[in-house]
């Protein structure tokens, strides 16, 4: 008989707690659990740290991001990533990650200037309608596929948020100003945010795609299998 290993929700700092999961479950696993099995009572409204993770720079003076998962994740590849994260708010890939993430085609492109993002309080962001997604443009549709799967998944995930009397799903992007300042104070081209994920925010789904706020998220929840 196949043994099922046991999915655990673990709280502390991010270093810490990353290298006790194998594996971190992304976005749309942790949502997976949350509408298949009784660990929604385990993840609960908690803001959770995924293995999602986006890399963010400018071409041609537009802000770009690109957002993979754990198989191509950079942070995953190093010990010290998780702490520099905690410590700095962001981690500065060698020039080799950065190309191999560009080129090798396991994460999704995004202009800013083809997601049609809004001006928020924290960030810029855009809304997907879980009753209507085929309200979203071709880039879009791109990242919500990537966060919450494709296809039957996708309608599934849509129908649970649904289900739980959410509102929308908000999918929220540091701002250009934000960008500028990471890049000029590492001096570097690139930089590599992992990315965060709450079932309740108010009454709505959240994805974000960087430390947004990092002073209380030095210590996190994830979710994955024990080592």
């Not at 908690?46 to 942070?75: C, K, M, Q, W």
């Not at 974000?208 to 994830?222: G, R």
Request: glycine share 8%.
């Amino acid at each position: 008989m196949e043994v099922v290993a046991e999915v655990e929700v673990l709280y502390g700092k991010l270093d810490n707690i990353a290298s006790k999961l194998n594996p971190i479950f992304q976005a749309k696993e942790i949502f997976n659990e949350l509408r298949t099995s009784e660990n929604r009572y385990k993840i609960g409204l908690h803001i959770l740290a995924t293995s999602d993770y986006s890399l963010f720079g400018f071409e041609n003076r537009t802000p770009v991001v690109y957002l993979g998962g754990r198989e191509s994740n950079p942070l995953l590849k190093h010990n010290h990533s998780f702490k520099q994260i905690s410590k700095q708010g962001t981690f500065i890939p060698s020039h080799e990650e950065m190309g191999n993430t560009i080129r090798g085609g396991s994460s999704v492109k995004a202009r800013y200037d083809d997601l049609d993002l809004t001006a928020g309080k924290n960030g810029l962001y855009f809304t997907v309608d879980p009753r209507n997604i085929n309200g979203l443009n071709a880039k879009q549709q791109e990242i919500v596929e990537h966060i919450f799967g494709e296809g039957d998944e996708l309608s599934s995930n849509m129908e649970e948020i649904i289900r739980l009397d959410r509102e929308w799903v908000g999918i929220r992007f540091p701002t250009e100003r934000a960008l500028k300042f990471y890049l000029s104070d590492k001096k570097s081209l690139m930089f590599v945010h992992n990315c965060f994920f709450s079932p309740a925010v108010g009454n709505n789904v959240v994805f974000f795609a960087y430390n947004f706020d990092l002073k209380s998220n030095q210590h996190a929840h994830m979710v994955g299998i024990p080592k």
